[in-house]
């Protein structure tokens, strides 16, 4: 069964920085890319950042230079390194992976920053 549950997510400073976790099992993490996306309230989900097999990185314009994120293959997780953080970067952050057609979620952790 997969599972992905992440984690770090809470109230921040405008400014500030949090680091997210999500650490995954059921999958073959190492083979997969790991995306994370984020859903604030009355809009769509969108790709926020991912991560190859080979670590190669692909992020949204919004955030381009204020986040990193960064897998850790032998510990199955996957981090979303936010700096800088803006009041419209508040939403729930969703980690992602697509394995063999098919797409599993986390549960979701809510950042919220304030200005």
């Known amino acids: 069964q997969v599972q992905l549950v992440e984690s770090g997510g809470g109230l921040v400073q405008a400014g500030g920085s949090l680091r997210l976790s999500c650490a995954a099992s059921g999958i073959i993490f190492s083979v997969n890319t790991m995306d994370w996306y984020r859903q604030a309230p009355g809009k769509q989900r969108e790709l926020v950042a991912a991560i190859s097999s080979s670590g190669s990185t692909n992020y949204a314009d919004s955030v381009q230079g204020r986040f990193t994120i960064s897998r850790d293959n032998p510990k199955n997780t996957v981090y979303l390194q936010m700096n800088s953080l803006k009041p419209e970067d508040t939403s729930a952050y969703y980690c992602?992976?697509?394995?063999?057609?098919?797409?599993?979620w986390g549960q979701g952790t809510q950042v919220t920053v304030s200005s």
């Open positions: 992602h992976v697509l394995q063999w057609g098919q797409s599993y």
